[in-house]
């Protein structure tokens, strides 16, 4: 698995933006769908890369892709 550094949880937001999420709710947590899967992101900075690592994998996106869209 590539390595995945901490980053933002901002950043986070906006790339699963441009995957087609969108927000549903927001508190101490984000929460985001598609339409088909529910992904809930902390509002952490920066978030664990071991944390964003099983978000992304939640969202259905592979590490590499995901570094494509931040």
């Keep these: 698995m590539p390595k995945l550094s ?13 995957a087609g999420f969108w927000i549903t ?12 899967r529910i992904i809930t992101i902390p509002r952490a900075n920066p978030i664990n890369s071991f944390t964003m690592a099983g978000i992304i994998k939640d969202a259905g996106l592979s590490i590499e892709e995901f570094k ?3």
């Design 25 to 36: 709710r927001q508190g101490k947590h984000t929460t985001m769908t598609d339409g088909k």
């Design 68 to 70: 494509e869209l931040l």
């Design 6 to 18: 901490g980053i933002s949880h901002q950043r986070a937001v906006n790339a699963f933006k441009k």
